[in-house]
């Protein structure tokens, strides 16, 4: 089965990230298929690369960016979602005249377009939080 | 193409969260897919009449709602008793909705493709 997935909260207001990124694990290796994770509303705190958590816990944002090495998910932050938010790629900041480069290794920016071919493309869509 | 139903369950003005859901519910209309919103719990107080959230320096999303018919989104639900729970009347809206019963609502989802849980 083809799933597409969104991911609404951020990774410490809220356990369901994780509950998305086990559940994408499982079904991949039950042998589905994960068309695309899009990141939106809170979400897409996520995908900031900078993120540095304790070494002790939970590396939120390089699990991401390991599945989608290991697997080739195309993990999509929402550029709207995500500006709004402060969280800019190197071409998008240059664009603000801005310096940023937030965007974490493995996720892209892009619109809410991505999000509604996911619907149409998969067979099932989920939202977590 | 797909059928939609954005099921919305959050008061107005919570946070930017009714803003990004309705820009979800514009770009879905806007890829000529048919859209439907129904309002649950809290979710009816998005078309309370009288909002006025410039006070706040919150949008008024209560408008962009009248605007989706533009968008031919023209389906927007309301269930009878979360509007009941809360002592709304249908005349507190803003605009005509179509009132489901608790009891149908599970019916009425079966109907879509797609249940955006928002």
Known sequence: ?129 | MKSYLFVLRKPAHSGVYVQEMLDIILTTAAFDQPVSILLLDDGVFQLKKGQQPENVGMKDTSAIFKALEIYEVKDIVIEVESLQERGLNPEDLCLPVQAVYRKDIAGLMKRFDVVFAG
């Open chain 1, 1 to 129: 089965m083809k799933f597409a997935i969104q991911v609404n909260t951020s990774p410490y207001h809220s356990n369901t990230g994780q509950t998305a990124y086990q559940f994408i694990k499982a079904a991949l290796a039950l042998g589905h298929e994960v068309f695309r994770v899009f990141f939106y509303h809170d979400g897409v705190y996520h995908a900031f690369k900078y993120a540095t958590p304790p070494d002790d816990e939970l590396q939120i944002t390089a699990q991401w960016s390991d599945l989608a090495r290991r697997h080739q998910i195309d993990l999509v932050v929402c550029i709207s979602a995500a500006q709004r938010r402060g969280l800019l790629c190197a071409d998008e900041a240059k664009r603000q005249g801005k310096q940023d480069d937030d965007l974490a290794e493995g996720f892209r920016i892009s619109g809410l377009g991505q999000l509604v071919e996911a619907t149409l493309e998969a067979d099932r869509f989920i939202v977590f939080g």
